[in-house]
């Protein structure tokens, strides 16, 4: 019997299970159905974009990422080649500087990096190991390099007198190589090695330091940050 307490009062029992527009029924979700699904995005507006996690891409996504990142340095560090080949270029020819042979092993060598640089910067970068040997190959040119602007700054450091000769011109040394008379122009000079000569108060060996030493950090930063992507 009903009370008059209970009268009028309505048991949640007795309430049928509500009912969506979609006709699914509001009814406890079992541990299966409770486990976490990614959302349905059909349903959303297309100004609302749901983000991935990184660790939830594709091999493939992780891969073309890092080509274009790695690529990207690559493509600045072309552009930094180029200009300072220019720039030795332009203090020879037009601001009047001679070269010496140590001069000239330090612009052969940009002129090796930037090389080396584009062919890499066009090749597929989607692989680990292809960006290793990338970064191997660029370096080593750079090395190089830096170690003859290094090895012309402690000359140039020495008492006047006591540095050791640079030896014959390259012009000289080459002059019997296949056409010569085309790329002559690249090693021409005829400087001394023990003589300093300066851009902005700071002698050119150490813009060279700089230079190579930036293309090393470059290309091993961008192989670093990229190292995770198979």
């Given at each position: 019997?009903?009370?008059a ?40 507006p ?56 140590l001069?000239?092993l ?12 584009l ?29 003859v ?82």
């Amino acid at each position: 019997m009903e009370t008059a307490e209970n009268v009028g009062r309505i048991q949640v029992s007795d309430l049928p299970p509500p009912k969506f527009s979609d006709g699914l029924n509001l009814r406890p979700l079992t541990r299966r159905q409770a486990t976490f699904s990614p959302p349905d995005t059909t349903r959303l507006p297309a100004c609302v974009k749901i983000p991935v996690p990184l660790h939830n891409k594709r091999p493939s996504e992780n891969g073309a990422n890092a080509m274009n990142c790695f690529r990207k340095t690559l493509l600045g560090l072309i552009v930094l080649s180029v200009l300072t080949a220019c720039g030795s270029f332009f203090s020879q020819y037009v601001l009047g500087l001679d070269p010496c042979v140590l001069c000239i092993l330090q612009r052969v060598s940009v002129l090796a990096v930037g090389l080396v640089v584009l062919l890499t910067a066009f090749s597929r970068q989607t692989s680990k190991a292809v960006r290793t040997l990338s970064a191997l190959l660029i370096s080593v040119p750079a090395v190089y390099g830096a170690g003859v602007a290094v090895y012309q700054l402690w000359l140039q450091s020495l008492p006047p007198g006591e540095a050791p000769s640079c030896g014959a011109p390259w012009t000289f040394r080459l002059k019997d190589w296949p056409l010569f008379d085309y790329w002559e122009f690249v090693v021409r000079g005829f400087g001394n090695c023990a003589v300093p000569d300066y851009f902005l108060d700071i002698p050119l060996p150490v813009w060279s330091v700089a230079y190579f030493g930036f293309v090393v950090l470059a290309v091993w930063f961008a192989w670093f940050k990229t190292r995770g992507a198979k």
